[in-house]
């Protein structure tokens, strides 16, 4: 064969070669290509059963399902006994559990002691998918309703439609007590940025609130701020107490976990980042990208939530959460110990008879200050991790304070 044609040859085998090469590269790239998970059709306006969104977001859906597997709620006092004698006079005083995957708040809610239903139909805001459309059904009359009016009505939990619009998948706010409260501080919900939004859905559960005393509408303290010792200010202005410690005689306020509050001005909320970038990190399942929709500690996926910035390694990152959370815990059981002291002394000081009613009155707002940074910190979720700094400042605060009223009401005696 002439060298030429063998050249030929050689030149068409090559050029094959590379074409089969090329199109083996393109058709791997192309069935691995990562992509975001994109709708399947199109879910019904009013759509509350999450399933029903599971059928055009598979991927979504089973990455929600997961949260079933968060299925411990081990009582409160368990760790801190020092909760019942605090909140004496309370439904939480009879039960108080530690919370679980949010799939399952309407078996939690419905399973309840009798004696946390006192709210009434206010209970199932935080719990349901329903509870924007009961709100618009029943208007203000919904929060007046009792528990049982409304508990076969409502079957569905916390889901899709809480906060996505079912059109568009963009995140939007649903709860009204959220949308009143950022309007009373004047921000505009319409300007509001997608990387706000990625905390503020999480804030219309995941904050404090209190219940109106007439119409017992749901809402949100924070007129004048939202570190505690501002939410405090908010309740002394207007002489609100939610109710009266049998023991100490004290007028106090209910903190709720304030996860929200206490993450804004924090070094991670400072640096941009929202509550979805650490627990609801980017994933990949298969060849598909979504947000995990398991909603839980960042550690239980921390090379997702945590070295995407960090570069420590995990167990650095790891002992360092467990460095906060123990010295918080610490120091939160120091402050229980010291409330429930002043709780005791009061007691006592309440049942002398030449007791001085001024000084009383000084201990028993000490009591009320001290208690109220306590339980600021003790409901929140994180052991203080979402802010260190503000978390330990609070409960410094709640012991110095106790410590004074347990000194104020043995004065008091004198």
Not at 54 to 68: I, L, R, T, V
Not at 238 to 265: C, N
Not at 298 to 320: A, K
Not at 325 to 330: A, F, G, L, P, R
């Amino acid at each position: 064969m002439e060298a030429s044609k063998v050249k030929q040859l050689v030149l068409l085998g090559a050029v094959a070669v590379l074409v089969v090469a090329l199109a083996c590269v393109f058709f791997f790239n192309r069935h691995n290509q990562v992509a975001l998970e994109g709708p399947r059709g199109e879910i019904a306006g009013d759509e509350t059963h999450s399933a029903a969104w599971g059928e055009f977001y598979p991927a979504h859906w089973d990455s929600y399902q997961d949260n079933m597997a968060n299925s411990a709620n081990p009582s409160h006092f368990e760790t801190k006994p020092y909760m019942q004698l605090i909140y004496a006079g309370t439904g939480f005083a009879a039960e108080f559990n530690e919370p679980r995957g949010h799939v399952y708040t309407i078996e939690d809610v419905n399973s309840i002691d009798p004696a946390r239903r006192k709210a009434g139909a206010s209970c199932f805001t935080c719990k349901s998918t329903q509870a924007p459309e009961m709100i618009r059904e029943y208007g203000d009359q919904y929060y007046l309703m009792n528990f049982e009016q409304l508990q076969d009505e409502i079957t569905e939990p916390i889901g899709c439609l809480d906060c996505h619009d079912p059109k568009t998948m963009k995140l939007r706010l649903t709860r009204p007590a959220l949308i009143e409260a950022l309007e009373r501080q004047g921000r505009s919900v319409e300007k509001l940025t997608n990387q706000e939004l990625r905390s503020l859905v999480c804030a219309q559960c995941h904050v404090t609130y209190y219940f109106e005393p007439d119409t017992k509408k749901i809402t949100f303290p924070w007129d004048k701020g939202l570190t505690a010792e501002e939410i405090l200010t908010y309740f002394d202005a207007k002489d609100f107490s939610e109710w009266i410690h049998p023991v100490a005689g004290t007028g106090l306020v209910k903190a709720r976990h304030a996860e929200y509050e206490t993450f804004m001005g924090s070094t991670h909320q400072s640096a941009g980042l929202a509550c979805a970038d650490c627990h609801m990190p980017y994933i990949t399942v298969g060849n598909k990208k979504i947000s995990s929709h398991v909603w839980q500690s960042p550690l239980n996926n921390i090379e997702q939530s945590c070295t995407v910035c960090h570069r420590n390694g995990t167990e650095w990152l790891r002992d360092r959460v467990r460095t906060i959370q123990t010295q918080v815990k610490e120091s939160q059981d120091l402050a229980g110990a010291a409330v429930v002291a002043a709780i005791n002394e009061l007691k006592i000081t309440r049942e002398t008879p030449t007791v001085n009613k001024t000084k009383l009155e000084e201990a028993m707002a000490l009591h009320r200050e001290a208690q109220w940074y306590l339980d600021y910190v003790m409901v929140t979720n994180g052991y203080g991790f979402h802010n260190p700094t503000a978390t330990l400042n609070n409960l410094s605060i709640a012991i110095d304070k106790a410590h004074k009223a347990v000194a104020k009401a043995r004065e008091a005696r004198q």
